[in-house]
């Protein structure tokens, strides 16, 4: 997917626009390193299985104060 120049340029022009109208842009489902390559070179952020399985609310705050540095 990332090595497609039509899907990095599609994909990079979106990016822009929602910056340019300060919105923050999540990638959603992504579930494999193909699929994070374009997220990590653009710099913007990503959920989906390849980060963590679904979780209940009661669950988030224990999991970002193990994983804060």
Not at 31 to 58: C, H, N, W
Request: hydrophobic letters at 40%.
């Amino acid at each position: 997917m990332a090595d497609d120049p039509d899907t990095l340029m599609l994909v990079s022009t979106i990016v822009a626009l929602t910056r340019s109208l300060r919105l923050n842009v999540v990638a959603e489902g992504v579930e494999t390193e193909d699929q994070a390559k374009i997220p990590r070179l653009l710099r913007f952020r990503m959920q989906g299985y390849m980060i963590s399985k679904p979780v209940p609310e009661s669950e988030v705050q224990e999991i970002l104060r193990r994983t804060s540095p």
